[in-house]
């Protein structure tokens, strides 16, 4: 991972307690970058009040990352302490000290502002918990907007939002993206610039275990200042703002955690509209290697199909999203 250039090297180590440098980009509560007597790197949220007992009540403890609510200058302030202890890579303490800025920013009430960064500490323990706590990339940002693009098209047509979410394999050691009942769909994004072929990873990809295997492609194009655009952060938070049952939302933060998602600003850009999707019935003529078919001991099987070979099986969305 590239190591960004950070705000904690313009402040010098203090001989104790910490040094800190106001954020000046915003203009709700105060918050500062700081560094401590040992070098450590923190993150300061200044709150007005005794906000003890919501912290008590709600604060999530993260391996790697120490969350402090301490004494502030006077009897009436208090100050909410983030700190880079070990284990976390200093680029992700980042993008959580950046995201909490540009959530806080305008945030002028203390309680809402503790609130808010509680709710963040909560989603990022389940990211830290999976096996990604890193930044994607790129590549893995389009698969992840694919395949929550197609998981919008089976709740919005096909299943339930609790169905359509069990559905999705997200982080599994699954052979395909999506499972359910007799039917599975394996999701591709596409560039704009790949227009005659599709990447197949596994030799398990296109090995079906139910009655129908669909390939999808999503046709992904970069457009940053198209308003019918979205970032990986825009699809995330459309979904959770659809999702309307505990269990389908809380499934759905499990899984999007898996795959190594937390809301980083990082995931602003860039900024995707969907050119178009094509599925494909894979039925035993499609052209694919599969494990049942290969030779024993060859394994990490990568390959290549060109889509105008499979157009022959070539299907109607109906087939893969209309209701059964």
């Known amino acids: 991972m590239t190591t960004r250039a950070t705000p904690w090297e313009q402040i010098a180590e203090p001989r104790s307690d910490y040094n ?18 040992v070098g450590q790197r923190l993150f300061i949220i200044e709150l007005e009040g005794d906000h003890a007992y919501q912290y008590r009540r709600d604060v999530t403890r993260l391996n790697g990352i ?27 303490f980042l993008g959580l000290c950046e995201t909490l800025k540009s959530s806080l920013a305008s945030v002028v009430d203390s309680a809402v502002a503790l609130s808010v960064t509680l709710q963040h500490l909560k989603r ?7 096996k990604k706590a890193r930044l994607l990339t790129t590549e893995e940002i389009r698969g992840l907007f694919a395949e929550l693009y197609v998981l919008r098209q089976l709740y919005l047509c096909r299943l ?24 599975a769909i394996e999701v591709k994004s596409l560039s704009g610039r790949e227009r005659n072929s599709v990447r197949i990873s596994s030799e398990d990809q296109l090995e079906a275990l139910v009655d129908r295997l669909f390939l999808m492609t999503v046709r992904l194009i970069d457009m940053p200042d198209a308003e019918t655009a ?8 459309l979904i959770e703002k659809e999702l309307v049952t505990a269990e389908a939302i809380e499934q759905f933060s499990e899984k999007i955690a898996g795959c190594g998602y937390a809301a980083l600003t990082d995931y602003d ?24 078919r ?26 893969i999203f209309g209701r059964s």
Do not use: M
């Open 20 to 37: 800190v440098r106001r954020i000046s980009d915003t203009t709700g509560i105060p918050l500062y970058w700081g560094k401590d007597a």
């Open 66 to 92: 120490r969350v402090d609510l301490r004494n502030g200058e006077n009897d009436k302030q208090q100050r909410l302490v983030l700190t880079l202890s070990r284990n976390v890579d200093s680029d992700l």
């Open 124 to 130: 990022w323990k389940a990211f830290l918990a999976g």
């Open 160 to 183: 339930t939002q609790d169905e359509a979410v069990d559905a999705w394999c997200g982080a599994d050691d699954s052979h395909q993206d999506f499972i359910f009942g007799n039917v």
């Open 230 to 237: 979205r970032s990986l952060n825009d699809i995330v938070a």
């Open 269 to 292: 850009r860039p900024r995707f509209a969907v050119g178009g999707t094509n599925g494909y019935a894979v039925t035993d003529e499609f052209p694919k290697i599969v494990r049942s």
């Open 294 to 319: 290969i030779s024993k001991g060859l394994v990490h099987v990568a390959y290549d199909i060109q889509l105008e070979v499979i157009s022959p099986f070539a299907c109607k969305d109906d087939e």
